[in-house]
């Protein structure tokens, strides 16, 4: 129950968007910016929510049916965020910047102008694995992976490699 009121106190401003805070598995950024941490979302982190708090609610439902089924309308309300705000002109991004409802700034998608990267593997991957996303949604991904994605060398997380400046 603590992580789940751990993620609940997260939800960003009136959503079940879940902010970045102090970074996602494979600690490549851990931002240093509190505005970064606070307003942050990771869509592959989202699709881990999701799917662990979906399956969670289904399995306590059978002991605690009440506690299950709140986390089960987590879920619900979790994908109803991730469609709404985590799926901009069919590509999902590898993050956003959430401001607020009107002011959203995509990263690691089309729209972003400052990494130059457009395409980020995990979100794409994970919200397939996660049913997250509708059949439609992931023979996007799949087709964007394919033409975005696929070197001669395999398929790469990101469409180019991030800056690095020489920091940390």
Same mark, same amino acid.
């Given at each position: 129950?603590?992580?789940?009121?751990?993620?609940?106190?997260?939800?960003?401003? !009136?959503?079940? =968007?879940? *902010?970045? #805070?102090?970074?996602?598995w494979d600690d490549t950024?851990?931002?240093?910016? %509190? $505005?970064?941490?606070?307003?942050?979302?990771?869509?592959?982190?989202?699709?881990?929510?999701?799917?662990?708090?979906?399956?969670?609610?289904?399995?306590?439902?059978?002991?605690?049916?009440?506690? !299950?089924?709140? =986390?089960? *309308?987590? #879920?619900?309300?979790?994908?109803?965020?991730?469609?709404?705000?985590?799926? %901009? $002109?069919?590509?999902?991004?590898?993050?956003?910047?959430?401001?607020?409802?009107?002011?959203?700034?995509?990263?690691?998608?089309?729209?972003?102008?400052?990494?130059?990267?457009?395409?980020?593997?995990?979100?794409?991957?994970? *919200?397939?694995?996660?049913?997250?996303?509708?059949?439609?949604?992931?023979?996007k991904n799949i087709n964007?992976?394919?033409?975005?994605?696929?070197?001669?060398?395999?398929?790469?997380?990101?469409?180019?490699?991030?800056?690095?400046?020489?920091?940390?």
């Open positions: 129950k603590k992580a789940i009121e751990s993620i609940e106190k997260r939800f960003l401003g !009136g959503t079940k =968007l879940i *902010s970045y #805070a102090g970074g996602d950024l851990q931002p240093a910016n %509190k $505005d970064l941490r606070d307003k942050l979302v990771s869509t592959w982190t989202m699709a881990l929510a999701y799917q662990a708090i979906e399956q969670l609610g289904r399995m306590i439902a059978l002991e605690d049916n009440e506690y !299950g089924q709140n =986390l089960s *309308s987590m #879920a619900v309300e979790i994908k109803k965020a991730f469609d709404t705000y985590l799926i %901009k $002109d069919g590509i999902i991004p590898g993050f956003i910047y959430f401001e607020d409802e009107n002011n959203i700034e995509y990263m690691l998608h089309p729209e972003d102008k400052k990494t130059g990267i457009n395409y980020r593997l995990l979100p794409m991957t994970r *919200s397939i694995i996660s049913e997250l996303v509708d059949e439609e949604q992931a023979n964007t992976i394919k033409e975005k994605l696929t070197f001669p060398d395999g398929v790469r997380l990101m469409n180019r490699p991030a800056n690095y400046e020489g920091g940390v």
